[in-house]
């Protein structure tokens, strides 16, 4: 659950960094007319983009354009924050983004269209006010797309912060909103106009992947807040998810090795990605889609080109090919042990990856690498998350500059 006390130490007072006052006098735009007639947008910050359009840099505040059109197997999560599970959105989009479930809506009536193109930002890192000039950019666009409300959702801890930030500028811009918080503080403390906060795993906030009647139970709690007076409204949503501490998963499909001593990381790492191979392509056929793709390389020669790196005393990578190239190693590890179908506890093929594969020993290895130089340390952050080092992976935020400040300085001047 997210809830500030079933968490660790490093991991509460990294959220309570995060606490910030509102951004300003809470802007309040009542629209006159039932849910059955709104035009609605979906806005994630799950940093989701087209395999063929740009990737979410390392610090980005910028959006992506996602056509109601879309083809769920075209999407990659080009998302920098490695600290939420990703195997629900690996499972079924709509976790994460709500397409279906809203054509569904409009398609009974529910609403009275969905948006043409909905959107996406990339959530992780950056202060609240650096999303404030796409913000409102992407308000001139709704509103010439006829949109009258937009449901906001978030998947990373820094995200709730976006979401409330967006909804703020957003709502400013005459935009009604209407947003999802992970960490019910975070909007306790900024107020945006209107939130439902979930008690569900970081990466699922909409709570069950394949689950259609839950999803559209949450989303539905969130879109009644519309009908609000007056703001700003908090609720909880009454529902947990549970995951009941012995549940069992499927058996994973293939016997790690990870112990003793590493000869070549080329030899070991290539052994071990054969092992995957055949459970990827069955994982893929299950599930029509892969979240592998986010490095212009394969997955072989992303262990070509790592493995001449470490073996051979190689070039030091570009920072941001070395976050995409283990992203996609670690969604091609995951997709493959979770190729059965079955309940996966969150959290678990991260903790497997991490403590029992060669993949998980490299990427311990490359943190240390990473930490000894202050110009390549800020990156541990997008390497490994802080359930995986159990220790803080550094308590600061980004500003519009690109530089690295306190978390808890709103920009304001």
Same mark, same amino acid.
């Given at each position: 659950?997210?809830?500030?006390?079933?968490?660790?130490?490093?991991?509460?007072?990294?959220?309570?960094?995060?606490? &910030?006052?509102?951004?300003?006098?809470?802007?309040?735009?009542?629209?006159?007319?039932?849910?059955?007639?709104?035009?609605?947008?979906?806005?994630?910050?799950?940093?989701?983009?087209?395999?063929?359009?740009?990737?979410?840099?390392?610090?980005?505040?910028?959006?992506?354009?996602?056509?109601?059109?879309?083809?769920?197997?075209?999407?990659?999560?080009?998302?920098?924050?490695?600290?939420?599970?990703?195997?629900?959105?690996?499972?079924?989009?709509?976790?994460?983004?709500?397409?279906?479930?809203?054509?569904?809506?409009?398609?009974?009536?529910?609403?009275?269209?969905?948006?043409?193109?909905?959107?996406?930002?990339?959530?992780?890192?950056?202060?609240?006010?650096?999303? +404030?000039?796409?913000?409102?950019?992407?308000?001139?666009?709704?509103?010439?797309?006829?949109?009258?409300?937009?449901?906001?959702?978030?998947?990373?801890?820094?995200?709730?912060?976006?979401?409330? *930030?967006?909804?703020?500028?957003?709502?400013?811009? *005459?935009?009604?909103?209407?947003?999802?918080?992970?960490?019910?503080?975070?909007?306790?403390?900024?107020?945006?106009?209107?939130?439902?906060?979930?008690?569900?795993?970081? *990466?699922?906030?909409?709570?069950?992947?394949?689950?259609?009647?839950?999803?559209?139970?949450?989303?539905?709690?969130?879109?009644?807040?519309?009908?609000?007076?007056?703001?700003?409204?908090?609720?909880?949503?009454?529902?947990?998810?549970?995951?009941?501490?012995?549940?069992?998963?499927?058996?994973?499909?293939?016997?790690?090795?990870?112990?003793?001593?590493?000869?070549?990381?080329?030899?070991?790492?290539?052994? +071990?990605?054969?092992?995957?191979?055949?459970?990827?392509?069955?994982?893929?056929?299950?599930?029509?889609?892969?979240?592998?793709?986010?490095?212009?390389?394969?997955?072989?020669?992303?262990?070509?080109?790592?493995?001449?790196?470490?073996?051979?005393?190689?070039?030091?990578?570009?920072?941001?090919?070395?976050?995409?190239?283990?992203?996609?190693?670690?969604?091609?590890?995951?997709?493959?042990?979770?190729?059965?179908?079955?309940?996966?506890?969150?959290?678990?093929?991260?903790?497997?990856?991490?403590?029992?594969?060669?993949?998980?020993? &490299?990427?311990?290895?490359?943190?240390?690498?990473?930490?000894?130089?202050?110009?390549?340390?800020?990156?541990?952050? *997008?390497?490994?998350?802080?359930?995986?080092?159990?220790?803080?992976?550094?308590?600061?935020?980004?500003?519009?500059?690109?530089?690295?400040?306190?978390?808890?300085?709103?920009?304001?001047?």
């Amino acid at each position: 659950m997210v809830r500030l006390s079933d968490v660790s130490e490093h991991d509460r007072a990294h959220l309570e960094s995060k606490l &910030l006052p509102p951004l300003g006098p809470m802007p309040w735009v009542n629209v006159e007319k039932p849910l059955s007639e709104k035009r609605i947008a979906i806005l994630t910050t799950a940093g989701l983009n087209y395999r063929n359009d740009s990737k979410f840099d390392l610090i980005d505040a910028s959006y992506r354009a996602i056509p109601r059109t879309i083809d769920s197997s075209s999407i990659l999560m080009s998302h920098s924050s490695v600290n939420f599970d990703r195997t629900g959105f690996q499972e079924d989009i709509n976790v994460v983004f709500p397409i279906d479930r809203f054509k569904e809506f409009e398609a009974r009536g529910v609403i009275g269209s969905l948006a043409d193109i909905n959107y996406s930002f990339m959530g992780g890192g950056l202060l609240p006010h650096v999303y +404030e000039p796409s913000a409102r950019e992407l308000a001139q666009l709704l509103r010439a797309d006829g949109v009258d409300s937009v449901f906001v959702i978030p998947v990373c801890p820094n995200c709730s912060r976006t979401v409330c *930030g967006i909804t703020y500028y957003l709502e400013s811009e *005459g935009i009604q909103t209407v947003g999802i918080a992970l960490f019910r503080q975070i909007a306790e403390s900024m107020q945006p106009p209107r939130i439902l906060w979930v008690s569900f795993p970081l *990466g699922r906030p909409l709570g069950k992947p394949l689950d259609s009647d839950f999803q559209v139970d949450v989303i539905e709690a969130a879109l009644k807040l519309l009908d609000a007076p007056r703001g700003p409204v908090l609720e909880d949503y009454p529902l947990d998810i549970e995951h009941p501490e012995d549940m069992e998963p499927p058996a994973c499909p293939v016997n790690f090795a990870r112990a003793g001593p590493v000869d070549t990381w080329r030899a070991r790492l290539s052994k +071990e990605v054969a092992s995957l191979v055949t459970w990827y392509e069955l994982g893929l056929q299950r599930r029509g889609r892969t979240s592998v793709g986010c490095c212009d390389e394969s997955v072989t020669e992303i262990v070509e080109k790592l493995s001449d790196w470490l073996d051979d005393a190689g070039e030091f990578p570009d920072q941001e090919w070395l976050k995409f190239a283990l992203e996609d190693l670690k969604a091609f590890y995951s997709e493959a042990i979770t190729a059965k179908p079955g309940d996966y506890p969150v959290g678990y093929v991260d903790r497997l990856i991490f403590h029992e594969t060669c993949l998980g020993q &490299l990427i311990a290895h490359i943190v240390d690498l990473l930490e000894v130089d202050e110009r390549t340390r800020p990156l541990v952050r *997008g390497i490994a998350s802080r359930e995986q080092l159990q220790r803080s992976t550094g308590n600061w935020a980004i500003d519009e500059t690109g530089a690295m400040i306190s978390p808890t300085d709103s920009g304001d001047s």
